[in-house]
């Protein structure tokens, strides 16, 4: 079955946050800051754009007939990517967020690299400095990628409730 316009441009925001998750993990913030907002709201904006084009069918009876609607609704390839981008993304935040690897409030004033978390103000080197960035941006990235691949599968499944009623 053919994707709908909703899913191609989850898949887009799936390859672009893996791109970014992947890039990350060496250590280096591959966008600038203000980048994790734009996606984090791109992902949201998918989600509330297809919980609005739902119009309220998000009813199926028991989960086997979710994942029959998924399999019906999806080729496979798309079905292992919003599982994978989905899980994944769920996965690589928390241990992001586990590891201690992110900071709190990320700042460089007065030729010092700052992190500020709970009011206690810790010096940072740059490379410090830089690896937070990069962990602060892979939880964003990870988190956005998780909900692109949820919209991804669960756009199919509201299509085809809606087919079927």
């Known amino acids: ?25 060496m250590g280096v913030p591959v966008l600038a800051s203000w980048w994790n907002l734009v996606l984090v709201l791109a992902s949201a904006a998918l989600l509330v754009l297809l919980l ?65 978390q709970r009011k206690v103000v810790k010096v940072l080197t740059k490379e410090q400095y830089e690896a937070a960035q990069a962990a602060n941006q892979r939880i964003f990235s990870s988190i ?6 949820g919209v991804l599968g669960f756009a199919g499944v509201v299509r085809r409730i809606k087919e079927t009623s």
Not at 144 to 149: H, N, S
């Open 52 to 116: 609005v084009r739902s119009g309220g069918a998000l009813r199926v009876k028991g989960l086997k007939t979710a994942f029959r609607f998924l399999r019906e609704s999806l080729p496979m390839w798309a079905i292992v990517l919003a599982a994978l981008a989905f899980y994944g993304g769920w996965l690589i935040a928390l241990g992001t967020m586990v590891s201690g690897s992110a900071a709190g409030n990320l700042k460089y004033e007065n030729g010092q690299y700052t992190s500020t």
């Open 144 to 149: 956005g990628l998780a909900v692109a691949g």
């Open 1 to 25: 079955m053919k994707l709908l316009p909703l899913q191609w441009a989850a898949v887009a925001l799936i390859v672009l946050d893996a791109i970014v998750v992947v890039s990350t993990l």
